[in-house]
Nanobody, 124 residues
Framework: QVQLVESGGGLVQAGGSLRVSCAAS????????MAWFRQAPGKEREFVAAISWSGDTTYYADSVKGRFTISRDNARNTMYLQMNSLKPEDTAVYYC?????????????????WGRGTQVTVSS
């Protein structure tokens, strides 16, 4: 098993930047495909970005492409999401997720482990 803990959320003005982190413990972090999802009030959880085991392949939702960057540091058992040019519609709880079988899947049901989330609020 792997335990995931998100951090780094907060309140930021539109156009600003924020970096959220996901710290993992338990089984070997580098054996998991990782991803970020988000859920806004009254909406379904949606895919944001995913990254391969080594970090050399990344995937993004169209809504964040060019503004967000996913990365991972396997030596630190940590994944990151750098968010630039933030918009009010980026406001959501951001969750990290781990997939023990593959990477790059955009469906939340494919992921085995989830963190509890960190709130990101973008003011206009």
């Amino acid at each position: 098993q792997v335990q995931l803990v998100e951090s780094g959320g907060g309140l930021v003005q539109a156009g600003g930047s924020l970096r959220v982190s996901c710290a993992a413990s338990g089984r070997t972090f580098s054996s998991y495909g990782m991803a970020w999802f988000r859920q806004a009030p009254g909406k379904e959880r949606e895919f944001v970005a995913a990254i391969s085991w080594s970090g050399d392949t990344t995937y993004y939702a169209d809504s964040v492409k060019g503004r967000f960057t996913i990365s991972r540091d396997n030596a630190r058992n940590t994944m990151y999401l750098q968010m630039n040019s933030l918009k009010p519609e980026d406001t959501a709880v951001y969750y990290c997720a781990a997939d023990s079988r593959t990477f790059g899947v955009r469906l939340s049901g494919a992921y085995d482990y989830w963190g509890r989330g960190t709130q990101v609020t973008v003011s206009s």
